[in-house]
């Protein structure tokens, strides 16, 4: 079993910063991807940004130039670093990595960026 616990959300300005972290822990050999999606109310949970083990790297458009994803292979951590916060990034962010065939989540870190 895999477990991922984030942190780092928090409730912040406009045009503020914050930086989300995950760490992943349990049964675990490699880890093929790891990413953070989020979902705010009434939406559908999508894909913000993700990494592959070889540092491939995927954003949505909304958050490019904006966000960055980043990774820790060695202690199975992955980091967002999160800046020019605007208040439709209001969501809650979930850390979800690929552990062989299985796809893990966290429970969620909840990110308020107020105007």
């Known amino acids: 079993q895999v477990q991922l616990v984030e942190s780092g959300g928090g409730l912040v300005q406009a045009g503020g910063s914050l930086r989300l972290s995950c760490a992943a822990s349990?049964?675990?050999?490699?880890?093929?991807?790891m990413g953070w999606y989020r979902q705010a109310p009434g939406k559908q949970r999508a894909l913000v940004a993700g990494?592959?083990?070889?540092?491939?790297?995927n954003y949505v458009g909304s958050v490019k130039g904006r966000f960055s994803i980043s990774r820790d292979n060695a202690k199975n951590t992955v980091y967002l670093q999160m800046n020019s916060l605007k208040p439709e990034d209001t969501a809650v962010y979930y850390c979800?990595?690929?552990?062989?065939?299985?796809?893990?989540w966290g429970k969620g870190t909840l990110v308020t960026v107020s105007s």
């Open positions: 990494i592959t083990s070889g540092g491939m790297l």
């Open positions: 979800n990595a690929l552990v062989g065939y299985m796809d893990y």
């Open positions: 349990g049964s675990i050999r490699s880890i093929s991807r």
